[in-house]
């Protein structure tokens, strides 16, 4: 992919209004009506004749990850009246975690076709998309990378953290640690009660490194948030001040017709995989970032981004690998100290929503003493967070979060205990007669992107009752799911192909050996060629339940695997135009 940068024209004369006309007959009257219906909401020939930013508000009553949308918007329009131009919101689907059944990730790809189309069909010259909750902000790029128009993400920041007694919470890391001790009874009904009111303090997003903010700090990489735009949290005056520079720059951008290609170049990939490793970030966020730049017609190669992985260290000290928050991260300096540490691995010439490159933003940011990042010299990881494994069990991949898993575990054999699916698992993991024990290894089959459908993060499996109280933290753990980026262990997510298409996995039984090796990056299910034979020629594949008509009948035609993003097929460019990292 080439740098289209230097062919950019220093001046656009934005359409505004007159954008992408709808079309009533004749052009004169098709104007004509179009500024007649909107003057309905009191604009003056003189706001119409403006550089038009669109801002799409994704705040909604069943998305307190979103909670600050109105003051963010707010402070997007006085940014966009500050340089002169006319801000316009208009609602997208929103798309909440706990909100959204089967799973968010079934929605993905529905957000980003609605964000997509509602840019593409509303006269604007810019957009801002704010977007918070794990889904929405990969959903909101990948529809902004297909539409090109001048676009700048907006965060909408992490919530603050609370208080439990006298210990420091925040979802949703310790939402599964307290969950952990109450199922081994270590405490009781009425503590469990009680934390449930503090582990969310306020509105904004998962106050770890979760997958949004992963996917902020993964944004801010890409160049496509604003400088300094994925730290700061939801309530702050800083979070404000972003937004209103957001809007400001929003209209430079339309201005000299910066648009998402001229960022979301290759360079600007592997800047955000580097990025994703040395924060130790979401595994949520290699699908998602496989689904971006797929958008930009780019494959991102896994091996090679296991050899990147081999050569970045993680960084960031904060949760699920480490032990401190987003708030922490941003009175560190947010992710300017982060890519400052980390860059002689970057490529600094990638340009971002500045109009100015990676390098020369970071040429300003001012280095303290803090201890939220580390330096390269001295990380919390020695390598990269996440790493790629292959194997007769995973033909096409899988992935581990290495940094967050049981060091003691990473090189592991052991025995199968099978669950078919969720609802299998469900009703027999904590059965006191389960023939289960710590050096097992638990597998759950179908909960892939067909399997369940939409991948949902299920494959954190729970540790047996009967373990967890004889005080078991960690197991190996192998599903085709994914797993919340809050979730530590040592599990083994992405197995592709996945078991409902017939992927090796569906053939896996109960006693079956399985050897795990992050060192040799594989998964082996230790059962002789011939047998597996036997088992594929009786394998019955799943039905998928519901998929006669609409949106789930869309889905089960074109979602495609964890290695192509799960994106929908058709939404993809027919031609592909390069592998990410480049030298894979
Ligand atoms: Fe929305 Fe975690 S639930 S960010
Ligand atoms: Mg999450």
């Known amino acids: 992919m080439t740098d289209k940068a230097a062919d950019t024209p220093a001046v656009v004369v934005p359409s505004g209004i007159r954008k992408g006309l709808t079309n009533y007959g004749d052009t004169g009257f098709s104007l004509f009506l179009r500024k007649a219906f909107i003057k309905g909401a009191g604009y003056t020939d003189e706001a119409l004749d403006r550089t038009i930013v669109g801002i799409a508000n994704t705040g909604s009553g069943y998305n307190p990850c979103h909670g600050n949308a109105p003051q963010l918007i707010d402070a997007v329009k006085r940014g966009v009246m500050m340089a002169g131009g006319l801000a316009i919101d208009f609602p997208t689907i929103s798309i909440a975690e706990s909100f959204s059944t089967p799973t968010s990730m079934y929605l993905r790809n529905l957000m980003s076709m609605d964000t997509e189309e ?37 965060i909408t920041g992490s919530m603050l953290t609370g208080g439990h007694r006298g210990v420091r919470v925040g979802a949703c890391t310790d939402c599964r640690r307290y969950w952990g001790q109450f199922r ?10 009680e934390v449930n009111s503090k582990l969310v303090a306020s509105v904004g997003t998962c106050s770890v490194m979760g997958t949004a903010s992963t996917m902020a700090c993964i944004g801010e990489a890409l160049g496509i948030v604003m400088p300094g735009g994925a730290s700061p949290p939801a309530v702050t005056s800083d979070r404000i001040r972003i937004a209103e520079l957001t809007g400001k720059q929003a209209v430079a951008m339309a201005r000299s017709g910066l648009t998402p290609d001229k960022i979301l170049t290759a360079k ?3 800047n955000a995989l580097r990025v994703l490793l040395a924060i130790g970030g979401s595994t949520n966020g290699i ?3 496989t689904a971006i730049a797929g958008r930009m017609g780019l494959d991102i190669d896994l091996e090679a981004f296991d050899r990147m992985s081999r050569e970045t260290p993680v960084l960031v000290d904060l949760k699920p690998s480490g032990q401190h928050y987003m708030e922490d991260l941003h009175m560190a300096g947010g992710m300017q100290t982060v890519l400052r540490e980390l860059r002689p691995l970057l490529h600094l010439d990638a340009l971002t929503v500045t109009g100015r490159t990676l390098g020369e933003e970071l ?61 299998d698992m469900a009703l027999r993991i904590d059965d006191p007669e389960l023939d289960v024990n710590a050096d097992d290894i638990l597998v759950l089959k179908n909960i892939g992107p067909v399997g369940a459908p939409g991948m949902p ?5 729970p540790i047996p009752k009967k373990l967890a109280r004889a005080g078991v933290k960690d197991m190996v753990r192998i ?4 797993m919340s980026g809050t979730a530590a262990g040592t599990i083994v997510l992405h197995v592709t192909p996945e078991a409902a298409l017939g992927g090796p996995l569906a053939l896996v039984r109960n006693g079956d050996r399985i050897r795990l090796s992050v060192a040799e990056r594989s998964i082996e299910l230790q059962v002789p060629a011939e047998e597996l034979q036997r088992r594929r020629d009786e394998l019955v594949l799943p039905r998928p339940q519901g998929a006669e008509r609409g949106y789930r009948k869309l889905f089960f035609e074109q979602i495609t695997q964890a290695d192509k993003g799960c994106d929908f097929e058709f939404l993809r460019p027919p031609t592909m135009q390069g592998r990410v990292p480049r030298d894979g």
């Open 118 to 154: 509602m840019i593409r069909a509303q006269p604007m010259d810019a957009v801002v998309l704010i977007g918070g909750c794990d889904k929405t902000v990969p959903a909101q790029l990948m529809g902004a990378a297909s539409a090109n128009i001048p676009t700048v993400q907006l």
């Open 184 to 193: 081994g009874q270590e405490i009781d009904e009425q503590e469990i009660n």
């Open 268 to 270: 600007a990939f592997e």
């Open 287 to 289: 699908v998602h970032l």
């Open 363 to 423: 040429d300003d940011v001012a280095a303290f003493p803090q201890n939220v990042v580390r330096s390269i010299a001295d990380p919390i990881y020695p390598v990269g967070g996440i790493a790629f494994l292959r194997g007769n069990l995973a033909p096409e991949g899988a992935i581990i979060k290495q940094s967050a898993a049981d060091a003691t575990l990473m090189e592991h054999a052991g025995r199968a205990v099978v669950f078919e699916n969720s609802e």
């Open 457 to 461: 993060e299920a494959g954190y499996l």
């Open 479 to 482: 599903s085709d799911g994914r």
